[in-house]
C-alpha cells in the first residue's frame, strides 16, 4: 500500500511535467475509432425509418423497369419486323433505280463516245448526287423507317434519272439537227 501511496504523491508532485504533453490529434482519432458509438433510440429510429424507406424504393423501382422492359423488348421485335419489310421494299427500290440509271448512262456514253467531255461532266454531277446518297443511306442506318430519309433517297434517284433523260435528249435533238442540216447541205449542193 505504501508503494501505492508513494506512487500517487510522485504523481502529485511531478504534475506539471507530466501535463506538458498532450498527446497527438491522430491518436485522439484512432482512439475515438475504438470506442463504440451508443446510439440514442432517435437514431436508431432514423436507421429504421431510412431503411424501409430504401426497399420501398427499390420495390418501387423494380416494379416500374419489369413492365418497361417487357413493352420495350416487344416493341423492339415489331420494329425489327418493319424494319425488315421497310429495308426490302428499300433495297427492291434501290435495285429498279439502279438499273435504270446504268441503263441510262451506257445510252449516254454510247451517243457520246465522240464527245468525252459530256460523259465527264455528266460523271461529276452524278458523283454529287452519289455523295448525297452516300449520306442519306448512312442516316438511314440510324432510323430504317424515317419517311423523310427514304423519301429524299427516292428523289436523289429520280434527280438522277432526270439529268441521264434531259441529256439523252440534248444528244437526240443535237443528232436530229446534225442530220437535218446535212440533208439540208446535200439537198442545197
Known sequence: ????????????QNRSGFDS????PELWSRIARQIPVEQTPQTKKQKNALF???RI???GLIALIIPSAWYFIRTDSKTT?????VLSEIAETTDYYESQIKEKRQQVINLTANNPAITEEMDLDLAQLDQVLKELKTDLKDDVSNPE???AMI???RL?????EQLLDFIEKEKNDTTKQEAYEKYIL
Open 149 to 151: 430519309v427514304i423519301s
Open 155 to 157: 428523289q436523289n434517284y
Open 81 to 85: 419486323a418493319l424494319s425488315e419489310s
Open 160 to 164: 438522277r434519272l432526270q439529268i441521264m
Open 21 to 24: 504533453q498532450t498527446p497527438s
Open 1 to 12: 500500500m505504501e508503494k501505492h501511496q508513494s506512487l500517487e504523491s510522485f504523481i502529485h
Open 57 to 59: 424504393a427499390a420495390i
Open 52 to 54: 424501409y424507406i430504401r
